[in-house]
């Protein structure tokens, strides 16, 4: 039995991107619209089973309506790029799923869902609509159920005739009647001014239809008889305008409509892509390649346990290749599987398993390979086998060549640099998946020892010819130096921070947990005081109806269940009632207590009284550092107590120092060098305050006339314009209307006439190249920048302009860190590099040392790179991190 699915693209899109947090991939596209909307279609795909599905998008901004009324949808702002740049990939995505998609200029989404369901109800098929527009509710029948969204696209309320009746008292054509009388603000619908929901229900309730009501306005009092009687032409005007077409030339599409479910590989390369790890995981859809063809060995499998010691040694003297396997993504954490080892001429691949790796008898031979730094060893996350196997006593020196390093230089917008998806990529046959080896999820096991020498040897050997073509790929992008002495260098000197750790004081996380405990308490306390009731603050409804009913502020934006409390909303209001800046602040300490307090004393280990965070390289596609187990890149300072946890963070040995360097606004260093702009350049060689002279020079005044305001503005755009800020995004930052922040950035590049001829000229380059460079010649890659989609292109020439601006700030600290290292290392210094936080490098430092530290690091630092500007580092010292800032 037919069922078909009619979908509101641009509702659920719209919806989707105002609901969720801004999510970015790796290569910096917005993709929260994208991620809700996909994540709504599986839900309803899975709960409604349909067999047609269609997603219908507006065709543009000028429709039928326009010829009667040009003001229609006139008060709407313009999308934000955030968002128009995610409509492009989100029609691709639709597509990978095998779904049908119309456009139909002229009309809206609403006129070609309301075609289809036209035909649904005259062909009898049971139909869905999906929306988040209270509009489609006119299309309900007892064959047609409209799914209103709510909670951004999380929910689904269903309505037929009879529960519109029951919610509205009204029948489903009456919903245009509603809006004729009411009006719509989001399409710059007039209705008659005055006349609210409750007001059009109670009209409709008593005369049915907004020809009625203007039929009997002598039935009406006072003011609103008044207003009615002077705006019905409006009401009429307006029920027209809120009625859906439904007579669309489509012709005949249903049968394009017809959904066969989708490609699992198609899907799963679109996902790869999103970086949507979760919905590969969710759908189990395969690895990149894994259905490709496995090729036969050519090579013998041996199993150390097989051979004699001397054998073994024998073998391991002609290796060069290795692959270790490990559960879990933690390296602190996860458990050692077996690893494979590849002679040079690839005739034999010797296998060891944990086991044997545990056993004194077999593992000797390995464990001193393993040990041996003239040993070369080329493998797989090198970085990741060397945490592992430190935590099981062994060492690994010798590292020569990472494949997943290098493929990350090689192009780091690529989302998946597993080694199964990089085979293919070079031409070579398709390794086994782990699933079809290991099972998945509950089923995990592994296999007997013949199976898993038999896997692992192939990783090993795929990671033996991998090389070779990794090498020329790296010569012939000119990254060699960038690899061999920097990348490949670093991963060293992380996993030895990282095998260090920092010590972490839990009763000191404990006492503040108690204390921000006893001040969420007491601000909920007052906030109730403010309200005159109690209620669950975590509640968007209860906390809505205190905030707009019961207290009267202003409505900021509403959603389908109801009134907005977000972040944003709270923010606007906050000048409006005391109790907003007491919500604010309980949020904020909630999720201070609940991430960072306790998830930190989750992640202290009992053996060390450490955090050993995990620092992953080939994760932004900009070259920066990102942290995990735990993040500690990410505590928040902006509260003080949230500055307090570093409180926690001391040194591991008695009466020795924590020692903080931060840059100084090191994009814009770079910036000002990248440009060449000589007011920038003046601002940084004369060390005078950024912020000031930017305010100084857009706004037009001399530096005792720059207030607070203009120099938080100025701010603003200074960091806005390093990373690629939208007008919209200024606008929040700022809470200043969009106009308003346009015409501040182009104040900003009337000024900085340099930084704007830089924006131009590398815009013009990588459309030549097709990518863009750092100052290391760190690469990457730009395939939209030529694209006829304005969406995608203005994307990549965003990503163009602030690539190499913030691609070398991560080279620059990279660069300090290998050569803080060497310095430690060359002096005999016993201090200790500890962490990398952004722009600032944490040490603990012996008494003995202080001073010298105290101007070795910023020497170190400022010395990494040779710009036209000067590279400065700000040095600070405490007994903990908290004293060192």
């Known amino acids: 039995m037919e069922k078909w699915m009619l979908i509101d693209g641009n509702s659920i899109a719209y919806r989707a991107f105002f609901a969720l947090p801004p999510l970015t991939n790796s290569a910096g596209l917005h993709t929260n619209a994208i991620y809700g909307f996909t994540t709504m279609l599986l839900k309803m795909i899975e709960e409604e089973k349909p067999t047609h599905i269609l997603v219908a998008f507006d065709a543009g901004k000028v429709t039928f309506r326009h010829e009667g009324y040009t003001e229609y949808k006139g008060g709407r702002e313009k999308t934000p790029s955030e968002l128009s740049e995610q409509f492009p990939v989100l029609k691709e995505l639709i597509q990978s799923f095998g779904i049908a998609q119309f456009e139909l200029s002229g009309y809206e989404a609403d006129d070609i869902i309301g075609t289809l369901t036209k035909l649904a109800d005259e062909k009898d098929v049971e139909t869905i609509v999906v929306s988040g527009d209270k509009d489609m509710l006119q299309l309900a029948s007892e064959r047609v159920t409209i799914a209103l969204t709510r909670k951004g696209v999380s929910e689904i309320d269903r309505y037929q005739p009879k529960e519109l009746m029951e919610k509205y008292g009204l029948k489903p054509e009456q919903i245009i009647d509603l809006k004729g009388l009411m009006g719509d603000t989001s399409d710059n619908i007039p209705g008659i001014p005055g006349v609210g929901e409750k007001t059009a229900l109670k009209m409709l309730h008593e005369f049915g239809t907004v020809e009625e009501v203007l039929a009997n306005t002598s039935s009406l009092k006072g003011k609103m008889k008044e207003k009615v009687e002077a705006h019905q032409e409006d009401a009429r005007m307006s029920k027209k305008l809120a009625t859906i077409f439904r007579e669309v030339p489509l012709e005949d599409k249903v049968s394009e409509l017809l959904y066969n479910g989708y490609d699992a590989s198609v899907l799963g390369d679109m996902f790869r892509k999103l970086e949507f790890k979760s919905l590969i995981e969710r759908l189990e859809l395969p690895e990149a390649g894994g259905t490709a063809i496995v090729e036969e060995a050519n090579y013998d499998v041996v199993l150390a346990s097989d051979v004699t010691g001397d054998e073994l040694t024998s073998l391991l003297a002609q290796a060069d290749s290795v692959y270790f396997e490990a559960v879990g993504e933690n390296p602190h954490q996860a458990k050692l599987i077996g690893l494979a080892v590849t002679t040079v001429d690839g005739d034999k691949v010797v296998v060891v398993t944990y086991d044997e790796l545990m056993d004194p008898a077999v593992a000797e031979p390995i464990r001193r390979w393993l040990e041996d730094s003239e040993a070369p060893k080329r493998g797989y996350d090198l970085h990741k086998a060397d945490l592992t196997l430190s935590w099981i006593g062994i060492p690994l020196r010798g590292i020569t ?71 020329k790929h790296l010569e012939e992008g000119g990254m060699n130096q960038l690899y061999y002495e920097l ?25 503040l947990g108690a204390e921000i405990a006893q001040n969420i308490t007491r601000y909920e306390s007052e906030i109730f005081t403010h309200a005159g009731m109690e209620f669950n603050i975590n509640s968007p409804k209860q906390l809505g109806d205190v905030l707009f009913d019961k207290l009267d502020l202003p409505v900021i934006k509403k959603t389908k269940t109801g009134y907005s409390t977000d972040a944003e909303v709270l923010e606007k209001l906050e000048p409006y009632h005391e109790i907003v800046r007491l919500i604010l602040h309980y949020r904020q300490l909630s999720k201070l207590q609940s991430t960072y307090v306790e998830g930190l004393l989750k992640e202290i280990r009992r053996d060390t009284g450490k955090v050993h965070t995990y620092y992953r390289q080939t994760i932004a596609a900009t070259g920066r550092l990102s942290s995990q187990f735990p993040n500690l890149q990410n505590i928040p300072i902006r509260l003080e107590e949230g500055r307090r946890i570093r409180k926690a963070f001391v040194p591991s040995e008695p009466g020795w120092t924590i020692l903080a360097a931060d840059y100084s606004q090191i994009e814009l260093r770079v910036l000002a060098h990248i440009s060449g702009d000589e007011r920038l350049k003046e601002a940084f060689i004369e060390d005078m305050d950024i912020h000031t002279k930017t305010a100084m020079d857009v706004f037009g005044v001399p530096a005792d006339a720059v207030d607070s305001n203009m120099r938080r503005q100025a701010k603003a755009v200074n960091f806005g314009i390093v990373y690629g800020i939208s007008d919209f995004g200024l606008s929040n930052n700022l809470n200043i209307s969009r ?124 010395s990494a790179l040779t710009l036209d500007v000067p590279l400065k580092a700000d040095v600070s010292y405490g007994d903990n991190w908290y004293e060192a800032k």
Do not use: C, W
């Open 401 to 471: 060549f990472d494949v997943l390093l290098a493929a990350y230089l090689l192009d780091p917008t690529e989302s998946s640099q597993t080694l199964a998806s990089l085979v293919p990529r070079y031409g070579l046959p398709a390794l086994a998946p782990d699933e079809a080896v290991y099972g998945k999820g509950a089923k995990f096991r592994v296999p007997a020892a013949d199976i898993l020498a038999k896997h692992l040897a192939a990783k090993a050997e795929a990671i033996r010819r991998l090389v070779p073509l990794q090498q």
């Open 487 to 511: 990348e490949q260098p670093l991963a060293i000197v992380l996993a030895g921070m990282e095998k260090q750790g920092i010590k972490v004081n839990a009763s000191t996380l404990e006492d």
């Open 739 to 862: 106009k308003e922040a346009s015409r501040f950035i182009e104040q900003y590049f009337e000024v900085f006439k340099g930084v704007r001829g830089y924006m131009d000229n590398i815009v013009l380059q990588a459309r030549n190249d097709g990518y863009v460079t750092t100052l290391l010649e760190r690469r990457r890659y730009l395939a939209d920048i030529k694209a006829s989609n304005f969406n995608l292109r203005s994307f990549a020439e965003r990503t163009a302009m602030n690539t190499p601006i913030q691609g070398t700030a991560a080279d620059i600290i990279k660069l300090a860190m290998v050569r803080m290292d060497e310095q430690l290392r060359e002096r005999g210094l016993h201090s200790r590099m500890l962490l990398q936080v952004h722009d600032e490098l944490v040490f603990e430092v012996p008494p003995d040392e202080l001073e010298l530290m105290k101007t070795l690091v910023p020497e170190v630092m400022g």
